[in-house]
């Protein structure tokens, strides 16, 4: 009995720290159950949208002696037109407004396109930088009418997945504004569609990977020189990134494992009856910071 009394304070001494330990555990669940609760909800994102450069390649498929690339690039001279101030404020101006007038385009004619302005749009987006001159892009074309029809039920099955159960509540009803939904007619109608893939990595002649430096970043770049090519050119676009379409969009393109699909950019002219949402830009002052 005096073993017992003498023993008692040590129980109650422990029993004073579970209790405290379990207390402090439920109060750390809650906390993180209300910090989650106060994170904003964010967009469903395809998993083939997600950039690769942070994932270095296995050590033993890349070739850790030679990329591909000469040692001794050579360099020559440089020259280029250099225009007076007063050219130079008028061609800013003038290439501002053409661009100001691109607009996104969902109903697009069947009216024909000639073939050499499409070839020569997408060699103007080849002339994009890129990481250590990689090139990592495959702009793919498509003209034939059931192919186009193909994409657009793949495309379509798939968006209205999204719409009814991926992309959340937040996202579908923010889209309400600009009247867009899974019916993709213009996947039909525009007389080419330029499906763009990014290399998530290169070949070598000895069949080992070649590391696509910032693959993802390089081919948005070019895609935007598209886009402003296209502008120039009098033809119009969507851009369109077919959410969870990529690997059975490869599949029926027939494009190798490295590709991965970034943008679907339906082009023609727009029909005579095409509407726009009655959209506004950011002035200057809210997306330019002068230090």
């Not at 020259?79 to 607009?103: D, G, H, P, V």
Request: glycine content about 4%; proline content about 7%.
């Amino acid at each position: 009995m005096a073993l017992f009394s003498s023993l008692t304070p040590v129980f109650v001494a422990i029993i004073c720290v579970l209790i405290g330990v379990i207390l402090k555990k439920a109060n750390g669940e809650k906390e993180k159950r209300d910090i989650k609760s106060k994170l904003p909800s964010r967009p469903w994102v395809d998993e083939d949208l997600k950039d690769g450069t942070d994932h270095p390649l296995e050590e033993e498929e890349v070739d850790e002696e030679w990329q591909g690339l000469e040692e001794n690039v050579a360099h020559v001279p440089f020259t280029a037109e250099r225009y007076s101030e007063a050219e130079m404020i008028k061609r800013s101006q003038t290439f501002y407004e053409l661009l100001n007038k691109r607009r996104s385009v969902r109903f697009l004619s069947d009216e024909p396109v000639p073939r050499e302005v499409i070839n020569n749009v997408i060699r103007t987006a080849g002339t994009s930088p890129s990481g250590a001159h990689t090139e990592p892009w495959t702009f793919v074309v498509v003209q034939d009418p059931c192919l186009k029809h193909k994409i657009r039920e793949i495309v379509e099955e798939e968006e209205e997945v999204n719409y009814k159960k991926r992309m959340g509540d937040r996202w579908v009803n923010d889209l309400k504004r600009l009247r867009t939904n899974w019916i993709k007619e213009y996947l039909d109608t525009a007389p080419y569609l330029i499906l763009i893939f990014k290399q998530v990595y290169g070949r070598l002649p000895n069949g080992k990977k070649k590391t696509h430096y910032y693959n993802e970043i390089s081919v948005s770049i070019a895609c935007g020189i598209l886009l402003a090519a296209l502008q120039n050119a009098g033809l119009h676009t969507v851009t369109s990134t077919p959410l969870n379409c990529g690997p059975q969009l490869r599949v029926l393109l027939q494009r190798p494992a490295n590709e991965k699909l970034l943008l679907l950019l339906p082009v023609g002219y727009p029909k005579k009856d095409a509407t726009v949402p009655a959209l506004t830009r950011k002035p200057l002052e809210d997306i330019m910071v002068v230090m």
